[in-house]
């Protein structure tokens, strides 16, 4: 890709409440031997210059795989916009990569099909999508996105609006359809969990 890998920040999003896993810490569930967050890092580190992590509990666990972890700046758990912020706020590169914790079959190309759309389209974000059922299905938490956004994103919440789409609505944004859906299979409940442990790695 013609952005440079070292320009590109990766953040891995651990930082949700798992309400629909009884409030059980979504990114320390263990999947295949592993906590899921660590297979997320595994499949974006190679992607990426450096990768963080935001988390608003067990930061201790976090900080066990060896990259740094940032709670969310804003209280009461503001969603994944709270978690896009953090990032933007510490990212010391031009790009900032975002990918859920919970999604441990993640694509190994995502960051650069990403990165190629966001340039050739002349793009601020370029957003992950999928078919289904004949429609485009945008798959928002696996995004890339220009750094410099991070006053627009906090203005935004300021407002006390939480959506995705209305704020990423008012900038540039790519579409970048990946073909396998099943890279982006995310575990939600325990039942997913138990589902997915019969899938290969």
């Not at 953040?11 to 297979?39: E, F, N, S, W």
């Not at 009461?76 to 914790?101: H, K, N």
């Not at 974000?125 to 220009?146: K, S, Y």
């Amino acid at each position: 890709m013609s952005i440079a890998r070292d320009d590109i920040t990766g953040l891995i999003l651990c930082g949700g409440r798992g309400l629909r896993m009884g409030g059980t810490d979504k990114g320390l569930q263990v999947y295949q031997g592993m906590p899921l967050a660590m297979h997320a890092l595994l499949r974006l580190a190679p992607q990426v210059g450096t990768v963080m992590i935001n988390a608003n509990r067990n930061l201790a666990a976090y900080e066990s795989m060896g990259v740094p972890v940032w709670p969310d700046s804003m209280a009461d758990f503001p969603g994944p916009l709270g978690g896009w912020l953090v990032g933007l706020e510490r990212c010391e590169t031009r790009y900032l990569a975002v990918v859920p914790c919970d999604s441990p079959h993640l694509p190994i190309d995502l960051v650069e099909r990403l990165a190629k759309a966001l340039e050739a389209e002349g793009a601020e974000i370029a957003m992950a999508a999928t078919q289904e059922d004949g429609r485009l299905q945008l798959q928002p938490v696996f995004c890339l996105m220009e750094a410099q956004l991070l006053e627009s994103l906090a203005a935004y919440l300021k407002t006390g609006e939480r959506k995705i789409g209305l704020w990423s609505g008012q900038h540039r944004c790519a579409k970048v359809l990946f073909e396998d859906a099943a890279g982006f299979i995310n575990v939600n409940t325990a039942g997913d969990l138990q589902a997915l442990e019969g899938r290969p790695a």
